[in-house]
């Protein structure tokens, strides 16, 4: 589902510094793979063109089809291939009544990525709905737990599931770049769609009863996104999952989660606790140039002006104000909000950190105790 982008300001959170299970992170390329973009086990990609081995031999049928194709569409089949197996259709039943998405298999073990605002509604441990395969497959799901300030969420399978999806990272994507998006659309198992990367790094504001966060560095795209679509993959040329698709925008304009070394602790809370801690200091800020002596004194181009500072909140008591332009936190400087949520981790609840801010022509030096951010 769709929400306004032109918020700016934000209340800071973190998540916390973890891995997956096991203590490394999924492999972002295909289980098995020593090469990028190879075959998973178990499926395969159409052969390139010209190749022999396909009915009838060298020239007979196979051979002709796939001369046919063209090299953007040589890439689309191989990414549905190789990734339409790992999506699922979901069919969700929460508090909030019935629902339909998508989920990608993400672990041999049945974990299964999908977003938040799917499964809103749900309690962990329940059983919140089915997934449907395209080989015809279902299968009863638990939700393991959901963030609806990142919007993602983890379900787990009861039963076997389809070979797991590899997740790429989005850090590595470029404008301009061919992206596949795998999903459900109004409930059509298996559908593929394809465009281009349009923007990066888009902000996404999500809520959680008062809590309010942006997820940053946000994909946007033209592969055609609909109803259902939300909680599917969006897939790179060599077949590795690089967002969670989540909202449609418009006609020709879609959004994704990032799939990032953030998101990587996310799905690992998730997994080991049902939920994300973040520090909570009470703040709304902006973005903004600093005057050129403080720039060249400092050698930042950016600051943190704070809009709010919430009465009562850790950094109301730490003696922080409206107008406040925070340089750094913890000795690390900070350009935009999503620095500071990345800085208030899990880690510094309950723990002093030190903020340097610049203040009616002076640095001064304020020190916070950050709280747990309460989700209501």
Known sequence: MFRNRGARRVRDDNVQDDHLPG??????????????????????????????????????????????????????????????????????????GAGAGSAIVFTADGFLLTSAHV????????????????????RDLDLVGADPLSDLAVLRARGSTPAPAALGDAAALRVGQLVVAVGNPLGLTGSV???????????????SGSAVRVVDEVIQTDAALNPGNSGGALVTADGR?????????????????PVNATTRRILA???????????????????????SGLADRTGQRHGLRLAEVVRGSPAGRAGLF??????????TPVAGPGDLQRLLTEDTI???VELTVWRRGALVDVVAVPDELAIR
Do not use: K, W
Request: net charge positive; proline share 8%.
């Open 241 to 257: 999952v690089v967002g969670v698709n989540t909202a449609v925008a418009g006609i020709g304009l879609g959004l994704a989660v």
């Open 193 to 207: 769609t394809a465009g281009v990367v349009s923007a990066l790094n888009r902000s996404l504001p999500t809520r």
């Open 119 to 138: 499964v809103e509604g749900a309690r962990s441990g329940v059983p919140v709905g089915t997934a449907e395969f395209t080989d015809g497959t279902e």
């Open 23 to 96: 203590g490394r992170a999924p492999d972002s390329r295909a289980p098995g793979s020593d090469v990028p973009g190879s075959d998973v086990p178990g499926r395969h990609a159409p052969a390139a063109s010209g190749a022999s081995g396909g009915r009838g031999g060298p020239g007979g049928p196979a051979d002709l089809g796939d001369a046919a194709l063209d090299a953007y569409s040589r890439v689309v089949t191989r990414v549905a291939a190789q990734v339409a197996p790992s999506v699922a259709s979901l069919r969700v039943r929460t508090s909030r």
């Open 322 to 331: 409206a107008d406040d332009l925070v340089l750094s936190v913890a000795g």
């Open 350 to 352: 309950g723990h002093p």
């Open 269 to 291: 809370a998730l997994i080991r606790d049902g939920r994300v801690r973040r520090a909570y200091l009470g703040v709304a800020s902006v973005r903004v140039p600093l005057p």
